[in-house]
């Protein structure tokens, strides 16, 4: 317990920082942007006699302020979001070119400070920005991608090293949710959600929220890799993809 509430202090204290750089005027301007984006959801939740009451989640911690009326859940059910069965139907050919890959990952954005076991990554898109090199070193995966509802947010193979881990952070918005591939090395390697667990297998897919605090150790004893997918909340609107698209690629 008191590891838990020291890393919340921790991304607190860093959002904070984050908030703070952002400026008093941009963060205003975010929050009331989104509130009139918002409003359609809303009304039409009222409606449907649905309750949009703000998160109370002590773990959902996204960088900038949450978004209103979005349905929030550390863990997703991945029946919910059919089009990731395309990408389990596409394991072959992504393992494919991941081995051509290998020899390219970087550092990934969130590197581990809990140990000197690396966290790396071989980005095809990064804060809106696509790696235009690595999407065509593999024309496959990258043809899958394009098919994909994916935000353009945080898209790569993911690699984490054996008795590696990643220490607890938060993505940057209550309006993207994340969806990994397992692809090879996943026996040992297990995902925390706000508290929740999931274990990550070959083949199978994990769907889950990353403006709530996460983090990951890989206690297996090869390599683990992942496709790593950023895609849209399902609730939002049109209008408000446009408006966070513009404001991610701004973020840290």
């Not at 008191?2 to 975010?30: C, S, Y």
């Not at 978004?67 to 059919?82: E, I, N, T, W």
């Not at 389990?88 to 992504?94: S, V």
């Not at 993207?176 to 591939?181: D, E, G, K, N």
């Amino acid at each position: 317990m008191e590891e838990t509430e020291r890393w919340l202090t921790t991304i607190r204290e860093e959002n904070a920082a984050f908030r703070a750089k952002t400026g008093a005027i941009r963060l205003t301007l975010f929050r009331v942007i989104s509130c009139l984006l918002a409003i359609p959801r809303l009304l039409s939740k009222a409606v449907r006699g649905e309750g949009w009451a703000p998160s109370r989640h002590d773990h959902q911690l996204p960088w900038l302020p949450l978004l209103p009326g979005l349905k929030a859940m550390p863990m997703r059910d991945v029946q919910d979001h059919p089009w990731t069965q395309g990408l389990r139907q596409a394991l072959p050919d992504i393992k494919e070119e991941l081995a051509e890959a290998q020899r390219s990952f970087v550092l990934a954005r969130y590197d581990s400070d809990l140990n000197p076991k690396r966290w790396t990554a071989y980005y095809f898109y990064l804060l809106g920005r696509p790696n235009r090199k690595h999407l065509a070193a593999c024309p496959r995966t990258a043809e899958l991608l394009r098919q994909l509802p994916h935000n353009s947010f945080h898209v790569c193979f993911s690699a984490i090293e054996p008795g590696g881990s990643l220490h607890p952070h938060s993505g940057p918005i209550n309006g993207s949710l994340v969806a990994h591939l397992g692809l090879e090395g996943c026996a040992g390697a297990r995902v925390w959600v706000a508290g929740e667990l999931a274990e990550y297998r070959d083949g199978e897919v994990v769907v889950f929220d990353d403006s709530f605090v996460h983090w990951v150790e890989h206690t297996g004893a090869q390599m683990r890799y992942t496709l790593m997918v950023t895609f849209w909340h399902p609730e939002l609107t049109w209008l408000e993809r446009l408006f966070l698209k513009q404001v991610v690629r701004t973020a840290r």
